[in-house]
């Protein structure tokens, strides 16, 4: 599905498939969804099994039928075959007309293979394309060569050019179309494997080797690829990374037991009406990408940006009001309030209850199984999160309670941005920044009005607040006013993971940033921030979350 491996070949569509396109039945029009998840691929090895894909189906499954979605197809694990789904999307296709919206997903494992000597017209061998699998699907050895002594099916998967076959199908009735593709190569990247409690959507594509693939046929009748973005210009793509990059699977809440795609948990909570956004459903392209990248990269603590396409028409009406029969059921649960600590080579944290009137701290004790969302080492005094990232250094176990402070009001920020988030990033992009190094950080939000209230602060591995903007009210204005960067930083101790936080509102908040400026101290009070900002914020205000990471010294 990859935009980028495609030729740019022009396509002229004709003034009646215009027509077609831009024609509206209101009073016919239907959403129409196919969701297909899979966890489980017997015919792959155990640990390349997946946790999170069922998750992401069942959620996005729920949201749809919390919106009266009465044509809905759901495939999982054992039923996601290719004997099911290429004839469920066929018949869903057969079913769409004018001014539909069809919505595809797919959570799974993804690979980027090569084409050999059976392939469409108009590509070329050994380039790679992308194929999403499916349960039964087994793969060739590194010699090419599939192996089905054991059982599953190599034509046990969907390459990507098929799908924008059909995908032209509805094109060419006149449907909108979504496609979220939570896995590998969705957009051209993949899932990286992470040696930890984590999963990942990653596998290597081993050439097959001359006649071993039982989708060589297929792809010598798929027409020659076109670009989708002159020739599916109602298709808009939400892939979960882009050709490029890896990404994980991740626990969605933070601190809970389930694993996710960050990709598909933002679009449930667009569906079910979590999101509070601009008119609504009534969502435009720009309107979609801003809300989905923004919260899938505070989701995955910054480790993944979504390849969101294509970036053309960015005022074409995706998903409508219209789209949608009832009222949504919005995603409401409370924080997880036990924070588990794992010291690995040294005694157990001592447990706390209740801490601030807030959150437990748990000791998991080396050696157990049980999931950990801080990890501390004693021999070097470093904190970890459960992604393996370094939070803190130079710590002592008797300042663990600030950092098992700042996870737990780091979760409640991500419930309260999950409704109206604000898209912030750095302009030398996410990496390691060392001391004295400048990092600024902007939001390019289209939705802020220049009179727009703000605080900017940060929030350290160890849970202390440095209050960044305004700084004065003699020398900074309490408004944005037009403004979309915010001067430089500097990378300073503490070093490990920072989260710089943009809070703004349409309503003064006077009181809020003194708050805010008050806290700006040695001692921990990122969960007192995070209560005086729900104290203070109103529906109408937005959350912004950017993390970035420092060190101490540049290596040489």
Same mark, same amino acid.
């Given at each position: 599905?990859?935009?980028?491996?495609?030729?740019?070949?022009?396509?002229?569509?004709?003034?009646?498939?215009?027509?077609?396109?831009?024609?509206?039945?209101?009073? &016919?029009?239907?959403?129409?969804?196919?969701?297909?998840?899979?966890?489980?691929?017997?015919?792959? =090895?155990?640990?390349?099994?997946?946790? *999170?894909?069922?998750?992401?189906?069942?959620?996005?499954?729920?949201?749809?039928? @919390?919106?009266?979605?009465?044509?809905?197809?759901?495939?999982?694990?054992?039923?996601?075959?290719?004997?099911?789904?290429?004839?469920?999307?066929?018949?869903?296709?057969?079913? @769409?007309?004018? *001014?539909?919206?069809?919505?595809?997903?797919?959570?799974?494992?993804?690979?980027?293979?090569?084409? *050999?000597?059976?392939?469409p017209p108009g590509t070329t061998e050994g380039v790679p394309h992308e194929t999403f699998l499916l349960a039964n699907v087994v793969? %060739?050895?590194?010699?090419?060569?599939?192996?089905? &002594?054991?059982?599953?099916?190599?034509?046990?998967?969907?390459?990507?050019?098929?799908?924008?076959?059909?995908?032209?199908? =509805?094109?060419?009735? #006149?449907?909108?179309?979504?496609?979220?593709?939570?896995?590998?190569? #969705?957009? *051209?990247?993949?899932?990286?494997?992470?040696?930890?409690?984590?999963?990942?959507?990653?596998?290597?594509?081993?050439?097959?080797?001359? #006649?071993?693939? %039982?989708l060589a046929a297929l792809y010598a009748s798929l027409p020659t690829p076109v670009d989708p973005d002159i020739a599916l210009p109602n298709l808009t793509l939400l892939a979960a990374v882009d050709r490029y990059h890896a990404v994980r699977e991740v626990v969605i809440p933070k601190g809970g037991d389930k694993m996710r795609g960050a990709l598909s948990y933002s679009f449930a909570r667009l569906i079910d009406g979590t999101a509070k956004l601009p008119n609504g459903h009534d969502l435009t392209r720009r309107a979609l990408f801003d809300y989905v990248s923004a919260t899938v990269r505070a989701n995955a603590a910054n480790d993944q940006d979504p390849d969101l396409q294509p970036r053309r028409e960015p005022d074409l009406l995706v998903m409508k009001n219209a789209d949608f029969t009832a009222s949504g059921t919005p995603s409401t649960a409370a924080e997880v309030r036990t924070v588990r600590v794992r010291t690995e080579d040294g005694p157990p944290v001592a447990a706390a209850q209740n801490v601030k009137g807030a959150f437990d701290i748990v000791p998991v004790e080396a050696g157990?199984?049980?999931?950990?969302?801080?990890?501390?080492?004693?021999?070097?005094?470093?904190?970890?999160?459960?992604?393996r990232d370094l939070l803190a250094d130079d710590i002592g176990p008797e300042a663990l309670t600030g950092v098992a402070e700042r996870e737990f009001a780091i979760?409640? =920020?991500?419930?309260?941005?999950?409704?109206?988030?604000?898209?912030?990033?750095?302009?030398?992009?996410?990496?390691?920044?060392?001391?004295?190094?400048?990092?600024?950080?902007?939001?390019?939000?289209?939705?802020?009005?220049?009179?727009?209230?703000?605080?900017?602060?940060?929030?350290t591995g160890r849970g202390?607040?440095?209050?960044?903007?305004?700084? @004065?009210?003699?020398?900074?204005?309490?408004?944005?006013?037009?403004?979309? @960067?915010?001067?430089?930083?500097?990378?300073?101790?503490?070093?490990?993971?920072?989260?710089?936080?943009?809070?703004t509102s349409p309503k003064p908040m006077a009181d809020l940033v003194a708050k805010l400026r008050s806290f700006?101290?040695?001692?921990?009070?990122? =969960?007192?921030?995070?209560?005086?900002?729900?104290?203070a914020l109103d529906q109408s205000g937005r959350i912004g979350l950017q993390g970035f990471y420092t060190s101490r010294t540049k290596p040489r």
């Open positions: 599905m990859s935009w980028s491996n495609m030729p740019r070949t022009a396509v002229r569509l004709a003034g009646a498939l215009l027509a077609t396109l831009v024609a509206t039945t209101a009073a &016919t029009a239907e959403t129409r969804a196919l969701v297909v998840g899979v966890d489980t691929y017997r015919y792959l =090895l155990r640990q390349q099994w997946l946790r *999170g894909a069922v998750n992401d189906a069942d959620d996005i499954a729920a949201a749809l039928r @919390s919106r009266n979605i009465r044509d809905l197809t759901v495939l999982k694990e054992q039923d996601a075959t290719r004997s099911k789904v290429i004839p469920a999307l066929d018949a869903l296709i057969e079913r @769409s007309t004018a *001014g539909d919206l069809v919505i595809f997903t797919f959570s799974g494992h993804g690979v980027s293979e090569l084409w *050999g000597k059976s392939r793969i %060739p050895n590194n010699k090419g060569i599939v192996d089905t &002594t054991a059982g599953g099916d190599a034509a046990d998967r969907l390459p990507g050019t098929e799908l924008n076959q059909k995908f032209s199908r =509805l094109q060419a009735k #006149g449907a909108r179309i979504i496609f979220v593709a939570d896995a590998c190569h #969705g957009g *051209g990247g993949t899932r990286r494997f992470l040696p930890s409690e984590i999963t990942s959507r990653s596998l290597v594509g081993q050439p097959y080797a001359e #006649g071993q693939d %039982p157990q199984t049980a999931p950990a969302d801080l990890s501390y080492v004693s021999k070097t005094r470093s904190v970890y999160s459960a992604m979760r409640k =920020l991500l419930r309260m941005s999950t409704s109206q988030p604000l898209e912030l990033s750095l302009d030398k992009s996410d990496r390691l920044y060392y001391e004295g190094e400048e990092v600024a950080v902007q939001t390019s939000d289209r939705f802020l009005d220049k009179n727009t209230y703000y605080a900017l602060f940060n929030i202390q607040i440095q209050f960044v903007y305004p700084l @004065s009210e003699k020398n900074d204005s309490p408004t944005l006013n037009g403004r979309m @960067s915010f001067g430089s930083l500097k990378a300073a101790k503490p070093f490990g993971t920072d989260m710089i936080v943009l809070v700006d101290d040695r001692t921990p009070r990122a =969960l007192d921030a995070v209560t005086a900002i729900e104290a």
